[in-house]
């Protein structure tokens, strides 16, 4: 596609329920980005693909938190027994050089 | 890896003024700066960007200007708008200004243009 797909767009899950948010950046870009941002907030960094490397995770805030990124492609981030804390908008971006892509976010709200 | 800060956190301008946003960065192997801006239930979105080997950028309304010996960067709007209003983020590369590695974002100006 265009740009960057993410989906859900808005995901209500209860406290203790494991989560899947889906990201499709667009073809050919090597680098991919997951960034959390709550309400009112910036853009807190969580995991970054690049290319056929080993991901750098060092802004997953907990164990519950994982993403993998199948073919080079489609990314997945998994968020296990969620949190009240993890609501947030989970944004998904891609690159090739330079600036990024973002998704339009999932807004997840765990009740 | 690189810290980026930026202010103010929040900026109220008359339509028609000019509205600056000011940014620095620690890492002096960063080599590219790109903007921002986010409406309400959007994704971030890119509207300019500089690379360390220009000193000026502009486009229509918008201009970035970086001072490498400072390590600052500013993002400039003239003839501001009502639809100019959103949260505008900058952003430095750093991981020694690699063409690859990530951005680091500052914490966002909300900029509010008055009719």
């Known amino acids: 596609g265009a740009g960057v797909s993410q989906s859900p767009s808005n995901k209500v899950t209860e406290k203790g329920k494991d989560v899947e948010l889906r990201c499709d950046p667009i073809?050919?870009?090597?680098?991919l980005y997951w960034y959390r941002q709550s309400l009112g907030q910036g853009l807190e960094f969580l995991i970054y693909?690049?290319?056929?490397?080993?991901?750098?995770k060092s802004g997953l805030p907990s164990d519950r938190f994982s993403a993998e990124r199948t073919g080079g492609s489609v990314s997945t981030l998994t968020i296990q027994r969620t949190q009240q804390e993890d609501s947030a908008v989970y944004l998904c971006?891609?690159?090739?050089?330079?600036?990024?892509?973002f998704g339009s976010g999932t807004r997840l709200t765990v009740v | 890896g690189e810290n980026v800060e930026q202010h103010p956190s929040t900026l109220s301008v008359q339509e028609g003024d000019s509205a600056v946003i000011k940014c620095t960065y620690s890492?002096?192997?960063?080599?590219?700066f790109p903007w921002y801006k986010q409406e309400l239930g959007k994704g971030p979105q890119l509207i300019i960007d500089?690379?360390?080997?220009?000193g000026e950028k502009k486009d229509q309304r918008i201009a970035v200007t970086l001072n490498k010996t400072a390590k600052h960067f500013s993002l400039h709007i003239t003839e501001t708008q009502p639809e100019d209003s959103a949260v505008y983020f900058c952003?430095?590369?750093?991981?020694?200004?690699?063409?690859?590695?990530?951005?680091?974002f500052g914490r966002g100006t909300q900029l509010t243009v008055w009719p």
């Open positions: 971006a891609s690159s090739l050089k330079g600036g990024y892509t």
């Open positions: 073809s050919g870009h090597t680098a």
């Open positions: 952003a430095g590369k750093g991981d020694g200004g690699s063409t690859l590695g990530r951005l680091y």
């Open positions: 890492d002096s192997a960063s080599n590219y």
């Open positions: 500089i690379r360390s080997n220009v």
């Open positions: 693909f690049q290319g056929n490397s080993a991901p750098d």
